[in-house]
């Protein structure tokens, strides 16, 4: 699941993990828990996730190759929010194969909209990372390091673009409309 911040990548992968039966993988959210259970890691990732900065590749890489391996994503896997730069894709790649990314589901909404929604839920959520000048950043680190993905799943075929404007429920529509087809 592709998309800027307050696209809805994580509402939407929650429901079509659970629909489908496999298993949601967020680096946000694994990210968010190291936090809240001061691990290792957690302590390594936090100082990056309040600037609104990506957490270094191989950090977050090495996360996502353990979570991987685990039982329950034998069968297939949802990934949100990662890989979240073309580092990300060529690590994963090499240590899984070309495979391990099957099709890139991007959500597109503009730019006022990512705002309101973020600042909505910085409010309703309290997320230190949706304060103005982190969403802000964020959605900077988004055109620069991760929207080039779109180009390169595009060109391998894999890229699935969706208008992520509208209800949850419409929004869910077309994203199993995309994977029917
Ligand atoms: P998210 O919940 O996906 O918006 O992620 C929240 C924060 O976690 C991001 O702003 C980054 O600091 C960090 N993060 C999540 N996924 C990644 C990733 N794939 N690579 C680097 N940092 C990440």
């Known amino acids: 699941m592709l998309g800027p911040p307050g696209a809805g990548k994580g509402t939407q992968a929650a429901r079509l993990a659970r ?3 496999i298993p949601h993988l967020s680096t946000g959210d694994m990210l968010r828990a190291n936090v809240a ?15 609104g900065d990506l957490v270094p590749d191989e950090v977050v890489t090495a996360m996502v190759i ?4 685990q ?16 580092a ?7 240590a899984l194969g070309e495979d391990v990314l099957e099709l890139a589901i991007l959500l597109e909404v503009d730019e006022d909209e990512l705002v309101d ?17 982190v969403i802000r950043t964020r959605l900077a680190v988004y055109e620069e390091q991760t929207a080039p993905l779109v180009e390169h ?11 992520g404007l509208g209800t949850i429920p419409e929004v869910f529509g077309r994203v199993i ?3 029917a087809e």
């Open 117 to 133: 929604r973020l600042t909505a839920r910085g409010r309703e959520q309290g997320r230190a990372d949706d304060a103005e000048e």
């Open 88 to 94: 990300q894709v060529d690590d994963l790649v090499e």
């Open 66 to 69: 353990d979570r991987l391996g």
């Open 37 to 51: 259970n001061d691990t290792e890691l957690g302590r390594q990732a936090q100082a990056f996730m309040e600037a």
């Open 153 to 163: 799943y595009e060109s391998k075929g894999r890229l699935a673009r969706l208008d």
């Open 19 to 21: 629909a489908i039966g």
């Open 177 to 179: 409309e995309v994977l």
């Open 71 to 86: 039982e329950d994503a034998a069968c297939g896997y949802l990934l949100d929010g990662y890989p979240r730069n073309p």
